[in-house]
């Protein structure tokens, strides 16, 4: 099915991110978020939904890790928006249990055919409500729950296609470690999220590894999770050796 | 001759205009009035927010003593690079952000952006007192690199950025490179 969409990119509203990546994420595209803890990983995801409820694109988060309240907790109330958008339609939140359940898969997640099941509920809940912008958080107890490489391989292919095909732009966040390296093959982007120890202060930074067909930043840059929301500065090299 | 530098300082900042980055050279017998100048005579009169990076004093003794002077500090905010790192006072204050260490420097410029956000991008005078006390813990070569993208970012928004330095502490490749990064220099101190 050909995209419909108007633009080729996706603006995440993250101002400096979108400066580093030329305008934004590749359109329909799916990129990948990872790194270490207390990165910033899911506070980025978050963020691209409700920036993407700001312009009217509505975000479907499915959510792994935690209950929702908890990770909501965890993050800075974001100031730039008076509106919850989590509370309302613009945002839908679902755990993995629900949808796993929905898709009658609570058993058999690690057969070939349930992970097609799968995608097929997300598919649906995507084109039943118009969903714009996917946030997958995060990758990591998906990997425990189905036991595959390779068919995690294959879901995260499915994902990647069923995105494409439906003009929806993704995140997938994941903890970094060995099972990173599949879904760094099947991302469009990668951008990496680490903590930077210079002489004892520990930075929190951000880098763009791979953004197919964006010619984007591929400098590491400093950043803060605020209730403003993410802010960049380019991280300085005056002091490396 | 260094008659009211506080209203000396407040009329060369007038004359210059916004996005050009002020190099402020002051001594310590004139230091209160000149900051006195850039928050009351300067920022305070033409209503524009005052974001204040203190890296010698806590913040919390320069409120105090701006409160002294009977300075409306209303519209300022301070960015506090050196409490954390005394172990200072750093209970979370509506008008004060706390910066762990002065060599965070990243940080500094991330707290500006924030607090330039935070006021809805409205034009603010953004003072970074002083340059001097940075240098005590860091390589003047990150300082620099810190100063231009600081400062850049900030002329690009129509701020007044204003950097201070103390006459008396002040190192000849610190003051050469202050020279170098900003626009104009300014000085408030008598020769000798």
Redesign the interface.
Known sequence: MARDSESERCRTGIEGLDRILGGGLPRSSITLVTGDCGTGKSSLALEFLVRGAMFGEKGLLVNTVEPFGKLISSIPRF??SDKDYFEGEEIMTLELPDLLESAGLMEQVKEEKAILDLCARLQETILENGIRRLVLDSLTPLHFEIGSERLVHHLLRRISQILYENDCTGILVSDSGPFSEIEKIVADGVLVMSNYD??G?L?RTMQVIKMKGADHSRSRY???L?T?GM?????????MH | MVEDPGLRICERLEELGPSVSVAMEISFDSYFDAVRGLVDNFSNSKGLHCIYITSSIPATTLLGALETLEVDTEKVHFIDCLSHMLMGNIDPNERMIFV??P?????I???V??LM??NGGEPATVILDSIDSLAIQ??P??????LQ?LLGGLKARETYPVVISMVEQSRPEIREMVHLVCDEVASYFEEE
């Not at chain 1, 802010?231 to 002091?239: A, E, S």
Request: aromatic share 6%.
């Open positions: 100031e730039f210079r002489g202060d930075l400093a950043i803060d605020t403003m802010l960049t500065t380019p991280l300085l090299k005056g002091g | 762990e260490s060599t965070m420097l990243e940080n410029a991330l707290k952006e924030y956000r935070k860091n390589d070569k990150i300082l620099s690199e810190f993208i």
